[in-house]
């Protein structure tokens, strides 16, 4: 799941979350806006059981993926668009 908050100016609050345990172990989003370097962005788990990470972007589109442990890579269906490519989010 994807959550927006626009911030002052043109820049965007960017919250990734994933469920407590899918998939299991560390996971971390990867994309453009951090030169996809696994662990720049890693999910960190909050009371409710949920893992998130937020990121503050521009205007523009973002290729991402979210990485697991064991070189599993991820789509998130909440994004704007899905494709062979991975991810897009359009701010």
């Not at 973002?62 to 494709?83: I, K, N, P, T």
């Amino acid at each position: 799941m994807i959550k927006r908050n626009k911030l002052f100016g043109n820049q965007t609050r960017v919250t990734f979350c994933l469920p407590r345990d899918a998939p299991p172990g560390p996971v971390s989003v990867v994309g453009c806006f951090n030169g996809w370097v696994p662990g720049r962005h890693e999910l960190v788990t909050r009371r409710d059981g949920t893992r998130t990470v937020t990121v503050k972007l521009g205007p523009g589109e973002y290729r991402f993926r979210y990485l697991a442990s064991g070189g599993v890579w991820l789509d998130d269906e909440s994004a704007d668009q899905v494709d062979e490519r991975g991810s897009l989010l359009r701010l």
